[in-house]
């Protein structure tokens, strides 16, 4: 959570159905373990770690950070899991609280965590938000400052595709996209792309205004110490703004 | 009809990165004179065997709109987690259409 990643993962292993708990510390990083082997598991690749299962995988999917009216908009039938349990109530009691609210409240790393670090890579701060963007041995990070720098919007070419990185305002996070599009500019809120397609809302609209499927990569919105550690040496995405002054 | 300037400008953008092997971390780069391994869980995880619908709880006002989630979707179902109560579970696991999901925050 001090990293602020969020991942999906298959918790089966050759099509038995595992029970997962958080249990140990690596790089800063929350490991897995399954009761029933013992295996310690890194939750960001999915990767048994050490254990009786060391090297083994679990299939991996985007979680994606948003909001309860940004889900509305898109999912008016949405399910919840709500926990009951008195610590995550405590938490949440006030109505759950922004991903702003949560991320500002943390602005360092706990004590017990340096030790278990690897050689941080100090081309950006330790504590930086970004997205992580990855696909097979391409892995690249795109600042949250730089975006910002863009008026909240980048395209790039990522593994011969091209992708663009947008603040998303009512999800109060950073979203990674393949599109065709070259170009995109707000109206207001909405991110209105060059293709004729927009995003509004978190939802992608087509030139004909109906919904479009999306495209989107691996990706998490993370601090840039858990992402260079999981993916040592990532390339970084810093262009500097061209002036359009 | 020209570009809005903003858009040209974003094309310098579209030049591809020099694309270099890098790769994950794997079970064989795994240190564990560095890891820190409990005996016992450190957060009790959250195994949801039931869900409510989002737009209930909204209107119980359990949730406002600006409330964080993190979402996953299987087909058409859309799955939601309260990322402030996940910032306590670190672990949610259950299944949804028959199918089994968890999430790692």
Known sequence: MICNTGIGLIPSVD???HTFTEQGLYDGLFLMYDV????HWNHMTGEAVRGPLKGTTLPIENVF???VGQVLQESPDAQVAWSEHP????RSGDGGGTLGRLLGRITGVPDMFPATMGEEDSRRDRMEMGIGIWKGDLARYYPLPVVREWDNIVFDDFGGERVLVYYDPSAFALMAELTDAS??????SILML???DRIEDGILYGPDGERKERNRPLQVFTRWYGFSLTFPEPEIFDRRPISDQ | MSLPRRWLA???LLAALPLTTV?????EDFDESRAYLGESPMFDAFYPDEYESLATVRREGRVNDDTALLVLRRGETTLALLTMQMSYHHIAQGDLAGEPWMVSF
């Open chain 2, 23 to 27: 790769g994950a971390q794997t079970a």
């Open chain 2, 10 to 12: 974003a094309a310098p």
């Open chain 1, 183 to 188: 170009g995109a500019s707000w109206d207001g």
């Open chain 1, 194 to 196: 060059s293709n004729g």
């Open chain 1, 65 to 67: 950070h948003t909001s």
């Open chain 1, 36 to 39: 029933e082997s013992g295996s």
């Open chain 1, 15 to 17: 099509g038995t159905v």
């Open chain 1, 87 to 90: 610590a995550a109530l405590q």
